[in-house]
């Protein structure tokens, strides 16, 4: 038996998704969390064997979720399920240890294919992110200026699109608001913008974020 956590701030998203996997003889969806801090609590409490994650919620996102998840549940696997199909999320996500990549419009056989590969020890990305990220690492295609952000950069970078002020971003990734804006006085430089307004258009263009998020 498969024990999955569902992990997605709508749940209408998590109710689709819950049904699909109920339908699945050797599939157990043990848990629902609406957040990346609900999500931690649980992996904690429950140990599942796998996680599928949003990468956009309000508080703690994705990429911080996973990263601690993984920090200390090492017998759990991650697989990001998300609106993202460009880099750098992917790939950054992947740095982090996650076993698998999916986009939100996969098929329901996709997903269940990738949930037993993942739960089998083997990495499954959906074959367009894994064209995408290839050719970046050839050096091929459009530039993004994301990509030169470090994780905790791009972490911070998501989370000012979002509207989230300093002293709340310190708070949820446990650091202190100087550092914060050390962080974004850094992130600011190498993406030659000035001000939160301009960066959001900067990951608007980049497809970081996108505008049904607002």
Known sequence: MIRLLLVDDHELVRT????????????????????????VKLCRQQQPDLVLMDMNMPGMGGLEATKQILRFAVDTRVIVLSVHKDNPIPAKVLQ??????????????????AIRKVASGQKYIAPDIAQQIAIGKMGLGDENPFDQLSERELEIAIMLTKGAKVPDIASHLNISAKTVNTYRYRMFEKLTV???????HLALR?????????
């Open 16 to 39: 689709g998704i819950r049904r699909i996997l109920e339908d699945v003889k050797d599939f157990e969806v043990i848990g629902e969390a609406a957040s990346g801090e609900v999500a």
């Open 206 to 214: 980049h497809k970081l974020i996108h505008s049904d998020q607002f």
């Open 96 to 113: 982090l240890g996650a076993f698998g990549y999916l986009t939100k419009d996969a098929e329901p056989t996709e997903m269940i294919s």
């Open 194 to 200: 000035t001000s939160d307004v301009e960066l959001t």
